[in-house]
Structures are given as C-alpha cells and as structure tokens.
C-alpha cells in the first residue's frame, strides 16, 4: 500500500491551492484520512481530517479557509485551501488508516504516509 500525494507549490498570500493523494495497493478498506503539515522548526501538526461516513475535522487556524474531502471509489482525499497565509507555509503530508490483504474479512490495519508535498505561501 502507497500514499501518493501531488499539489503543492508556491503561491502569494491570499491565493489558492489543491493538494491531492492518492492510496493504491491491496487496499480493502479506508477508514480516517487526513491532512499534516510541518514547518521549518516547528513540530508536525494535524491540519484536517475526514471519517469515511465524511465528517470533518480541523485545526482551528485553517477553519473556514481549507476543505478536506474524499472519494471512497478511488481512494483519494483531497484538500482544497484558499486565502492562504505565509504561515501555512510547510510540507503537507497525507495520511491514513487502511486496511489491506487478501482476507476482506479480517483486514490488516496499518497507518500509512504520503512522501510530503512542499507549499510554500509568499506575501
């Protein structure tokens, strides 16, 4: 099982990004996904996350600027940000527990990480 996440990039103050991640292997079952990210000296911290019924869940500092959401069929969970700030500049890191192998009854659960993807916001 692979996480594979693409999005990011540079980007002025008060624009726009996508970040997107794909999982792929012999996945038989999702369950939370989510959004990290890490800044330059600072400790890696949770962004948002989403169960697979859909709830959401954020970090208060993104509320109302980023969108996490997810596509169970294809096993991707995205994350729309707007109005972005220089301090949301960090490597971002997807994330989630999945369950695979050949036993669909019995799943193997397992915390898996995309590579990281850099966004980096200029004023």
């Known amino acids: 099982v692979q996480l594979q996440a693409s999005g990011g990039g540079l980007v002025q103050a008060g624009g726009s990004l996508t970040l997107s991640c794909a999982a792929s292997?012999?996945?038989?079952?999702?369950?939370?996904m989510g959004w990290y990210r890490q800044a330059p000296g600072k400790e890696r911290e949770l962004v948002a996350t989403?169960?697979?019924?859909?709830?959401?869940k954020y970090v208060d500092s993104v509320k109302g600027r980023f969108t996490i959401s997810r596509d169970n069929a294809k096993h991707t969970v995205n994350l729309q940000m707007n109005s972005l700030k220089p301090e949301d500049t960090a490597v971002y890191y997807c994330?989630?527990?999945?369950?695979?192998?050949?036993?669909?009854?019995?799943?193997?659960?397992?915390?898996?990480w995309g590579q990281g993807t850099q966004v980096t916001v200029s004023s």
């Open positions: 994330n989630a527990d999945i369950g695979s192998g050949s036993n669909y009854a019995y799943p193997n659960f397992h915390d898996y």
């Open positions: 989403i169960t697979r019924r859909g709830s959401t």
């Open positions: 292997g012999s996945i038989v079952l999702i369950n939370d």
